[in-house]
């Protein structure tokens, strides 16, 4: 049974720094591309960043800068390091296993992220 499941949401001051988790099983998680996307109320899912199995990363141009993906390969993790947080980046983030070569993909139930003062 697959599981991704994502945790280090919570409430923040603009200005301050998160650190997203995610943690998988079920899958051969070095193999994957993992990615956060994050949906705010009324608007739609939008990614945000992303890492592949060889460790290329990429960026939202609203993030670039701010956010930085890892992966730790040991520990079945990909993490989302947050700084300099404003309010728009209030919304709920996912996490996502891909592996389009087997047709898999994966989501995770979500963490909620509020920047507010």
């Known amino acids: 049974q697959v599981q991704l499941v994502e945790s280090g949401g919570g409430l923040v001051q603009p200005g301050g720094s998160l650190r997203l988790s995610c943690a998988a099983s079920?899958?051969?998680?070095?193999?994957?591309?993992m990615r956060w996307y994050r949906q705010a109320p009324g608007k739609q899912r939008e990614l945000v960043a992303g890492?592949?199995?060889?460790?290329?990363?990429n960026y939202a141009d609203s993030v670039k800068g701010r956010f930085t993906i890892s992966r730790d390969n040991a520990k079945n993790t990909v993490y989302l390091q947050m700084n300099s947080l404003k309010p728009e980046d209030t919304a709920v983030y996912y996490c996502?296993?891909?592996?389009?070569?087997?047709?898999?993909?994966?989501w995770g139930q979500g963490t909620q992220v509020t920047v507010s003062s």
């Open positions: 890492i592949t199995s060889g460790g290329r990363t």
């Open positions: 079920g899958i051969s998680f070095s193999m994957y591309t």
């Open positions: 996502n296993a891909d592996l389009p070569v087997v047709h898999s993909n994966y």
